[in-house]
């Protein structure tokens, strides 16, 4: 399912998929979806060219969406579950313990060679990955692209309450209430700040330039030190 986890709220389908056949359909469109928008604009993009993209009638995508911008959330929303995954994986792989002690300040934990600060490091070079690499993660990212005439959205708060759910358990608890809306509002303005400075990156070079990636990450580290040590 999508956005399952995390208190990201699943988006609005038409119909949720119950069987296998349903869910791998639905995947072939938001498949379909992604590897379009890395052709045509989310202005070009139409349900129709979904629908003969992904091999299914067009009935098929308006048995799940109702417009193309509905699938473009599902999109963005199945992104963050993914974006989530793979950092999942990597601290898994590592052996990463994020909490925060005395001994993440220090030695090479205080260099960036452990604890929540490698954690974050992780979390960063997994978006790095994606952008460099996952089909129509360049336009949709985490949340779709909004005409200027209606509200904007905020995928940023939705990251940002990923993130901090996802390494809860590796942050250390004990806080207050006070503490815990601080630590909401240090990870909101985190990836407010990543958000900004990567996209940067990517538009002084197509890959992300590695000067601002490294300052990028230096400058998480110092502010979350100051909620995480």
């Not at 690499?133 to 005439?149: K, M, R, S, W, Y």
Request: proline content about 6%; hydrophobic content about 45%; overall charge negative.
């Amino acid at each position: 399912m999508i956005g399952q986890d995390g208190g990201v709220p699943i988006p609005p389908l038409r119909r949720n998929p119950v069987q296998r056949r349903s869910a791998e359909r639905l995947g072939r469109i938001l498949d379909a979806c992604a590897e379009l928008l890395d052709e045509v604009s989310y202005e070009e993009l139409s349900t129709r060219a979904v629908a003969e993209r992904a091999g299914v009638p067009i009935g098929s995508v308006y048995r799940f969406f109702s417009n193309k911008r509905a699938m473009a959330e599902a999109l963005a929303h199945r992104n963050l579950d993914e974006y989530a995954e793979r950092i999942t994986r990597r601290l898994a792989a590592s052996g990463v313990s994020v909490t925060s002690d005395v001994s993440a300040t220090s030695g090479a934990a205080g260099a960036g060679g452990g604890g929540w600060r490698e954690a974050m490091d992780v979390v960063v070079d997994e978006y790095l990955a994606m952008k460099r690499g996952a089909p129509g993660f360049a336009l949709i990212e985490f949340g779709h692209p909004v005409p200027a005439t209606e509200p904007p959205e905020q995928p940023n708060h939705l990251v940002a309450d990923r993130l901090r759910t996802l390494l809860a358990d590796r942050l250390g608890g004990g806080r207050d209430e006070a503490a815990e809306e601080r630590l909401r509002v240090a990870f909101l303005l985190a990836v407010e700040t990543a958000d900004a400075l990567l996209r940067l990156a990517f538009r002084v070079d197509p890959e992300g330039d590695p000067a601002i990636v490294a300052e990028t990450k230096e400058l998480l580290r110092a502010y979350l030190a100051r909620v995480l040590d």
